[in-house]
Protein backbone atom coordinates (compact mmCIF):
# COMPACT_ATOMS: atom_id res chain seq x y z
CA UNK A 1 0.00 0.00 0.00
CA UNK A 2 1.43 3.60 -0.65
CA UNK A 3 2.47 5.36 2.05
CA UNK A 4 -0.14 7.83 3.02
CA UNK A 5 1.02 11.90 2.06
CA UNK A 6 0.96 10.89 -1.80
CA UNK A 7 -2.43 11.74 -2.59
CA UNK A 8 -2.70 14.10 0.80
CA UNK A 9 -3.79 17.93 0.41
CA UNK A 10 -1.23 20.83 0.53
CA UNK A 11 0.57 22.28 3.52
CA UNK A 12 -1.90 24.26 6.27
CA UNK A 13 -1.23 27.71 4.96
CA UNK A 14 -1.02 29.91 8.83
CA UNK A 15 -1.83 33.46 8.17
CA UNK A 16 -0.06 35.98 10.18
CA UNK A 17 -2.84 35.87 12.85
CA UNK A 18 -1.97 32.18 13.50
CA UNK A 19 1.48 32.83 13.73
CA UNK A 20 2.72 32.11 17.34
CA UNK A 21 -0.32 28.86 17.20
CA UNK A 22 0.52 25.84 17.19
CA UNK A 23 -1.99 22.51 16.30
CA UNK A 24 -1.56 20.01 19.47
CA UNK A 25 -1.08 16.49 19.20
CA UNK A 26 -4.78 16.46 20.36
CA UNK A 27 -5.93 18.42 17.12
CA UNK A 28 -3.67 16.12 14.88
CA UNK A 29 -4.81 12.99 16.49
CA UNK A 30 -8.30 14.44 16.06
CA UNK A 31 -8.00 14.85 12.75
CA UNK A 32 -6.09 11.29 11.64
CA UNK A 33 -8.70 9.26 14.01
CA UNK A 34 -11.68 10.58 11.64
CA UNK A 35 -9.90 9.92 8.35
CA UNK A 36 -8.96 6.27 9.83
CA UNK A 37 -12.69 5.79 10.84
CA UNK A 38 -14.42 7.20 7.81
CA UNK A 39 -12.29 4.74 5.65
CA UNK A 40 -9.86 7.83 4.12
CA UNK A 41 -7.16 5.88 5.74
CA UNK A 42 -7.97 2.07 5.15
CA UNK A 43 -6.60 -1.15 6.93
CA UNK A 44 -2.65 -1.08 6.47
CA UNK A 45 -1.81 2.18 5.36
CA UNK A 46 0.97 3.83 6.29
CA UNK A 47 1.46 6.86 8.23
CA UNK A 48 4.19 8.86 7.69
CA UNK A 49 5.23 11.27 10.51
CA UNK A 50 6.98 13.89 7.59
CA UNK A 51 3.66 13.94 5.38
CA UNK A 52 1.62 14.62 8.94
CA UNK A 53 4.27 16.96 9.98
CA UNK A 54 4.29 19.08 6.18
CA UNK A 55 0.37 18.52 6.04
CA UNK A 56 -0.50 20.19 9.29
CA UNK A 57 2.38 23.01 8.99
CA UNK A 58 4.33 21.79 12.34
CA UNK A 59 7.64 19.23 13.66
CA UNK A 60 7.57 15.56 14.00
CA UNK A 61 7.04 15.94 16.97
CA UNK A 62 3.64 16.52 17.68
CA UNK A 63 2.99 14.34 15.43
CA UNK A 64 4.51 11.50 16.74
CA UNK A 65 3.01 12.36 19.99
CA UNK A 66 -0.50 12.02 18.17
CA UNK A 67 -0.07 8.80 16.73
CA UNK A 68 1.55 7.49 19.98
CA UNK A 69 -2.30 8.62 21.49
CA UNK A 70 -3.95 6.64 18.27
CA UNK A 71 -1.68 3.69 19.22
CA UNK A 72 -3.63 3.68 22.68
CA UNK A 73 -6.37 3.93 21.48
CA UNK A 74 -6.00 0.90 19.00
CA UNK A 75 -6.39 2.26 16.08
CA UNK A 76 -2.62 2.45 14.87
CA UNK A 77 0.16 -0.12 15.72
CA UNK A 78 3.66 0.89 15.85
CA UNK A 79 6.68 -1.79 14.40
CA UNK A 80 10.72 -0.96 14.18
CA UNK A 81 11.79 -0.15 11.05
CA UNK A 82 7.92 0.56 9.42
CA UNK A 83 6.88 3.30 12.07
CA UNK A 84 3.17 3.71 12.49
CA UNK A 85 0.38 2.31 10.13
CA UNK A 86 -3.64 1.85 10.35
CA UNK A 87 -4.03 -1.08 12.47
CA UNK A 88 -5.62 -4.40 10.62
CA UNK A 89 -8.21 -6.53 12.55
CA UNK A 90 -9.23 -9.53 12.03
CA UNK A 91 -12.84 -10.82 11.70
CA UNK A 92 -12.69 -12.62 14.99
CA UNK A 93 -11.26 -9.55 16.72
CA UNK A 94 -14.26 -7.59 15.08
CA UNK A 95 -16.81 -10.27 16.24
CA UNK A 96 -15.24 -10.07 19.77
CA UNK A 97 -15.55 -6.57 19.99
CA UNK A 98 -19.28 -6.70 19.67
CA UNK A 99 -19.60 -9.44 22.51
CA UNK A 100 -17.86 -7.08 24.37
CA UNK A 101 -19.74 -4.26 23.47
CA UNK A 102 -23.25 -6.34 24.13
CA UNK A 103 -22.31 -7.55 27.72
CA UNK A 104 -21.07 -3.70 28.86
CA UNK A 105 -23.93 -1.00 27.12
CA UNK A 106 -26.13 -3.90 28.13
CA UNK A 107 -24.83 -3.49 31.87
CA UNK A 108 -25.12 0.55 31.30
CA UNK A 109 -28.44 0.78 29.83
CA UNK A 110 -29.93 -1.10 32.55
CA UNK A 111 -27.95 0.89 35.51
CA UNK A 112 -29.05 3.70 33.42
CA UNK A 113 -33.06 2.73 33.22
CA UNK A 114 -33.19 1.68 36.91
CA UNK A 115 -31.49 4.52 38.53
CA UNK A 116 -33.21 7.18 36.53
CA UNK A 117 -31.89 8.96 33.10
CA UNK A 118 -31.29 12.78 33.57
CA UNK A 119 -33.06 15.24 31.96
CA UNK A 120 -30.66 16.34 29.39
CA UNK A 121 -29.43 13.16 29.08
CA UNK A 122 -33.29 12.48 27.81
CA UNK A 123 -33.58 15.46 25.55
CA UNK A 124 -30.13 14.35 23.89
CA UNK A 125 -31.31 10.76 23.27
CA UNK A 126 -34.36 12.27 21.91
CA UNK A 127 -32.63 14.79 19.25
CA UNK A 128 -30.73 11.84 18.50
CA UNK A 129 -34.30 9.86 17.18
CA UNK A 130 -35.52 12.97 15.91
CA UNK A 131 -32.52 13.53 13.60
CA UNK A 132 -32.53 9.98 12.27
CA UNK A 133 -36.63 9.71 12.03
CA UNK A 134 -36.02 12.78 10.11
CA UNK A 135 -33.97 11.24 7.36
CA UNK A 136 -35.39 8.23 7.14
CA UNK A 137 -38.74 10.40 6.24
CA UNK A 138 -37.54 10.93 3.44
CA UNK A 139 -37.44 7.74 2.37
CA UNK A 140 -33.44 7.61 0.81
CA UNK A 141 -30.43 7.78 2.44
CA UNK A 142 -27.59 9.31 0.70
CA UNK A 143 -23.54 10.10 1.76
CA UNK A 144 -24.10 12.89 3.49
CA UNK A 145 -27.00 11.34 5.42
CA UNK A 146 -24.99 8.50 5.89
CA UNK A 147 -22.48 10.77 7.98
CA UNK A 148 -25.36 12.01 10.12
CA UNK A 149 -27.05 8.93 11.23
CA UNK A 150 -23.47 7.84 11.64
CA UNK A 151 -23.02 10.60 14.11
CA UNK A 152 -26.34 10.12 15.68
CA UNK A 153 -25.65 6.68 16.35
CA UNK A 154 -22.72 7.06 18.05
CA UNK A 155 -23.94 9.95 20.47
CA UNK A 156 -26.88 7.95 21.34
CA UNK A 157 -24.79 5.33 22.54
CA UNK A 158 -22.13 7.76 23.80
CA UNK A 159 -25.37 9.34 25.92
CA UNK A 160 -26.50 6.33 27.71
CA UNK A 161 -21.78 6.06 29.26
CA UNK A 162 -21.89 9.65 30.03
CA UNK A 163 -25.10 8.89 31.77
CA UNK A 164 -23.12 6.79 34.60
CA UNK A 165 -19.99 8.77 34.91
CA UNK A 166 -17.66 5.70 34.57
CA UNK A 167 -14.49 7.15 32.97
CA UNK A 168 -13.13 3.33 32.68
CA UNK A 169 -16.31 2.29 30.70
CA UNK A 170 -16.39 5.29 28.30
CA UNK A 171 -12.90 4.25 27.23
CA UNK A 172 -13.19 0.63 26.96
CA UNK A 173 -16.40 1.06 24.67
CA UNK A 174 -14.84 3.92 22.65
CA UNK A 175 -12.07 1.32 21.56
CA UNK A 176 -14.49 -1.16 21.08
CA UNK A 177 -16.87 1.24 18.80
CA UNK A 178 -13.85 1.96 16.84
CA UNK A 179 -12.89 -1.92 15.77
CA UNK A 180 -15.61 -2.97 13.08
CA UNK A 181 -15.47 0.80 12.20
CA UNK A 182 -11.65 0.59 10.84
CA UNK A 183 -11.97 -3.22 9.98
CA UNK A 184 -13.30 -1.98 6.33
CA UNK A 185 -15.61 1.27 6.77
CA UNK A 186 -18.36 -0.42 7.36
CA UNK A 187 -20.63 2.67 7.34
CA UNK A 188 -20.57 2.18 3.70
CA UNK A 189 -22.27 -0.27 3.93
CA UNK A 190 -25.47 0.56 5.57
CA UNK A 191 -28.33 1.31 3.52
CA UNK A 192 -31.68 2.48 4.13
CA UNK A 193 -33.83 -0.68 5.83
CA UNK A 194 -30.16 -1.39 7.99
CA UNK A 195 -30.47 2.21 9.06
CA UNK A 196 -34.42 2.07 9.46
CA UNK A 197 -33.97 -1.52 11.56
CA UNK A 198 -31.55 -0.09 13.89
CA UNK A 199 -33.48 3.24 14.58
CA UNK A 200 -36.17 0.93 15.30
CA UNK A 201 -33.79 -0.90 18.37
CA UNK A 202 -33.12 2.97 19.46
CA UNK A 203 -36.87 3.87 19.96
CA UNK A 204 -37.54 0.37 21.69
CA UNK A 205 -34.08 1.20 24.08
CA UNK A 206 -35.21 4.60 24.70
CA UNK A 207 -38.71 3.89 25.75
CA UNK A 208 -37.31 1.13 27.90
CA UNK A 209 -34.75 3.98 29.36
CA UNK A 210 -37.34 6.65 30.39
CA UNK A 211 -40.13 4.08 31.28
CA UNK A 212 -36.90 2.89 33.96
CA UNK A 213 -38.07 -1.08 32.39
CA UNK A 214 -34.23 -2.06 33.55
CA UNK A 215 -34.32 -5.22 31.86
CA UNK A 216 -36.24 -4.56 28.98
CA UNK A 217 -33.96 -2.23 28.53
CA UNK A 218 -31.08 -4.26 28.63
CA UNK A 219 -32.59 -6.98 26.45
CA UNK A 220 -33.28 -4.33 23.57
CA UNK A 221 -29.39 -3.12 23.75
CA UNK A 222 -28.20 -6.69 23.44
CA UNK A 223 -30.37 -7.73 20.91
CA UNK A 224 -29.77 -4.01 19.06
CA UNK A 225 -25.65 -4.90 19.09
CA UNK A 226 -26.46 -8.77 18.19
CA UNK A 227 -27.96 -8.11 15.17
CA UNK A 228 -25.33 -5.22 14.15
CA UNK A 229 -22.78 -7.66 15.28
CA UNK A 230 -24.27 -10.69 12.25
CA UNK A 231 -24.54 -7.44 9.98
CA UNK A 232 -20.77 -6.77 10.01
CA UNK A 233 -19.75 -10.28 9.77
CA UNK A 234 -21.89 -10.88 6.47
CA UNK A 235 -20.79 -7.73 5.23
CA UNK A 236 -16.73 -8.38 5.89
CA UNK A 237 -16.91 -11.84 4.82
CA UNK A 238 -18.29 -11.05 1.67
CA UNK A 239 -16.99 -8.01 1.20
CA UNK A 240 -13.62 -7.23 2.71
CA UNK A 241 -10.38 -9.85 1.91
CA UNK A 242 -8.29 -8.26 4.32
CA UNK A 243 -10.06 -8.84 7.37
CA UNK A 244 -9.82 -12.50 7.21
CA UNK A 245 -11.09 -14.99 10.03
CA UNK A 246 -9.15 -17.14 12.17
CA UNK A 247 -7.67 -20.12 10.31
Known amino acids: MNPVGATQPAPVRRSEADEGKRISPLQIAEAIRTRILKGSLPAGSHLLE????????????????????????????FAPNRG??????????????????????????RMVAETGISPEGARQMK?????????????????????????????FHA?????????FLDEILQTMRNVPLVANAVIQWYDFDTVYRY??????????????????????????????REFVRSMLEDRAPNVRPKA
Request: a negative charge; glycine letters at 6%.
Open 50 to 77: ASFAAEFGTSRTPVRTALALLARESLVT
Open 84 to 109: YEVRRFTLEQTMQAYDIRGALEGMAV
Open 127 to 155: ACLDVVDSILARGQLNVTEQGSWREMNIL
Open 159 to 167: TIERELGNQ
Open 199 to 228: QSDHHRIFDAIVRRQGSRAEAAMREHLYSA
